[in-house]
């Protein structure tokens, strides 16, 4: 990651200036994250607590994104600034972090006992 810290620097040419919204590259950015879901999902690796975490990240951006157009719509301001629209979207951001986490921690949990569970055998047969 380090490594590609540098090309965050690279100038754009301004001919790409009004294709590369942020709006534009909020949308693109999808591509690589539906490919990591496929990719994580295909590989059975990831704790299934910690994948549904993963895909709950989708729906925080399938709320967030009309939440975003009725706070201009209604308030004529961004999301970022109508707190109680703003909170009631990144609650799901929270509920998938906490998803992400608690499968990991399981996970972890599991292996920890089933290493331990292997050492008693081990011991117990000597």
Request: aromatic share 14%; proline share 6%.
């Amino acid at each position: 990651m380090l490594t590609l810290l540098p090309l965050a620097f690279i100038p754009l040419p301004a001919a790409l200036g009004p294709y590369l919204s942020k709006e534009s590259l909020f949308a693109l950015s999808l591509f690589p994250y539906l490919g990591f879901l496929w990719f994580l999902t295909r590989s059975k690796q990831a704790p299934r607590l910690a994948l549904i975490g993963f895909y709950m990240t989708l729906v925080f951006v399938a709320v967030t994104i009309p939440a975003g157009i009725y706070a201009k719509v209604a308030y004529d301001e961004s999301l970022a600034n109508i707190d109680w629209l703003h909170g009631s979207a990144e609650a799901f951001l929270t509920l998938s972090n906490i998803l992400v986490v608690l499968g990991f921690r399981q996970a972890i949990l599991e292996r920890r006992q089933a290493q331990l569970g292997f050492s008693e055998d081990a011991q117990a047969r000597m």
